[in-house]
């Protein structure tokens, strides 16, 4: 499927882009201390806190990772923005209340001061790791957007990347974000959520699609594993729950009510974008077997669409790959300024010095990130981000959830050895079962396990009287 970009696919992208950089311009207008730029002051309405969880939910594994995994497994590839969805719904329902009750500005900060320094900097390090991960799937899926654009090499493509990364967060922060999230999910259903009716269309409906493949797998839930599947779901239903990006979108929310709704706006929003890159991959699929599978959305959206809309879709892509990179900047930016750099290196900075030394750790991870994807070509996007955020929830979630719950019930040494053990066996599970049960369950099995047993173990060693 040999496919170019013409002047007409040009246009569409040029002035697409040219409206999100005049969004993320109008953004840096608004940010005049490092708690504007962080948490957005806390003045952020229902859709600008949506835009900035969608901003970073809803990135190229949402989007061309999921349209690459309908392409080589079916209908399963839904669960990664089903998942997001879910977890989007429980944290508007259950958790936006008690996280804007506490000073928070990152979950390690929050770790820390509810249990002990070392809970937080355990909690530091993994979610470093993690951001890590986040940003090779997103640098995936900007090398397989640009490469199908223009054909440019891998290393070129991912330098174009960052460059956009950088305009993206550097100036606006989370208003950058959350305002060129709004712009972005809204060119997201033109591109994706549109892609996915029409290839459903150009199918046949379901009686063509379900004449193309058979029921199993490509129609079920579970087409791989109930095992790999499910944990698909569940590891981003936990990483919302988790995640810095999420939960400082929300504490971002200038009252309780903007930010619940934006988390449920979220919630109904993302799971559409998701259907219409399984719709596209299964398309790609009967008619273009041959294809690289990341290559699937993209190679539709050139191939099927006029090529104004199809340079605006094509422009609104990669704006939600570099829009969930920036997002995941923004995140770990704040947690190595607040909580390492204030809190160990240079304890009384002073606002502006904190402004300038997140701007220079937003560069350095975008510089450093070049190489990590370049070396990881062809590698499933998704599998990044799953592992991310088995991670991230198997570090910092029932530790968080009994910090906001059930405060006086854990303790300190229970809270850092769930944060320590969880992760240890996320990892050690992966490389000593790699085609086993997924290694989330017993992630969290060590997890709660740790949390339970150790603070029992404190409880009964505090006799009264003693000491």
Not at 38 to 43: I, K, N, S, W
Not at 139 to 148: I, K, M, Q, R, Y
Not at 394 to 421: E, G, H, I, N
Request: include cysteine.
């Amino acid at each position: 499927m040999s496919l170019s970009i013409t002047s007409g696919h040009l246009a569409g992208i040029i002035v697409t882009l040219a409206g999100v950089t005049l969004v993320g311009l109008y953004a840096g207008r608004r940010v005049k201390s490092a708690g504007d730029f962080q948490v957005g002051g806390r003045r952020a309405g229902t859709a600008v806190v949506a835009g900035a969880i969608m901003g970073t939910l809803v990135g190229g594994s949402s989007t061309i990772g999921t349209a690459q995994m309908a392409f080589k497994y079916g209908l399963c590839a839904w669960w990664f923005t089903l998942g997001s969805g879910i977890g989007c719904a429980l944290l508007g329902l259950g958790m936006v209340r008690r996280v804007r009750e506490v000073p928070l500005h990152t979950v390690p900060q929050y770790l820390g001061l509810s249990y002990a320094k070392s809970t937080g900097l355990i909690a530091c390090a993994v979610a470093f790791i993690c951001s890590g991960l986040g940003i090779v799937a997103q640098g995936l899926s900007g090398v397989a957007l640009l490469s199908a654009m223009f054909g440019i090499a891998s290393l070129a493509a991912a330098g174009v990347c960052v460059l956009l990364v950088l305009g993206f967060v550097f100036f606006g922060g989370v208003w950058g974000a959350g305002l060129v999230g709004m712009f972005k999910s809204s060119l997201l259903y033109l591109a994706v959520v549109g892609s996915g009716a029409l290839a459903y269309y150009l199918a046949g409906g379901q009686a063509g699609l379900m004449a193309l493949f058979p029921s199993f797998p490509w129609f079920s839930f579970f087409g791989r594993s109930f095992n790999q599947d499910f944990a698909l779901g569940l590891s981003m239903l936990v990483g919302v729950l988790s995640s810095q990006y999420y939960i400082q979108a929300v504490y971002a929310g200038k009252s309780l009510a903007d930010a619940r709704r934006g988390a449920l706006l979220s919630a109904v929003l993302i799971p559409p974008v998701g259907l219409g890159g399984v719709l596209v991959g299964l398309y790609m699929r009967a008619n273009f077997p041959g294809i690289s599978s990341d290559q699937a959305l993209p190679q539709f959206i050139l191939g099927h669409l006029p090529p104004v809309l199809a340079g605006v879709a094509m422009a609104a892509l990669l704006i939600t790959v570099i829009g969930t990179w920036a997002g995941i900047v923004l995140g770990i930016s704040t947690i190595l300024t607040r909580d390492i750099y204030k809190q160990y290196i240079r304890p009384g900075v002073e606002d502006s010095g904190m402004l300038l030394m997140q701007r220079l750790i937003i560069l350095l991870v975008c510089l450093l990130s070049v190489p990590l994807i370049t070396t990881s070509a062809g590698t499933l996007i998704m599998g990044w981000v799953t592992l991310s955020m088995f991670l991230q929830g198997c570090t910092t979630l029932l530790p968080l959830l009994a910090a906001l719950f059930l405060p006086r019930l854990v303790t300190p040494a229970a809270a850092t050895l769930s944060a320590l053990l969880g992760p240890l066996a996320v990892v050690a599970w992966y490389v000593l079962f790699p085609d086993g049960l997924s290694p989330v369950y017993p992630g969290f099995l060590v997890s709660l396990l740790a949390l339970i047993l150790v603070s029992l173990v404190d409880r009964r060693g505090r006799v009264p009287g003693a000491g």
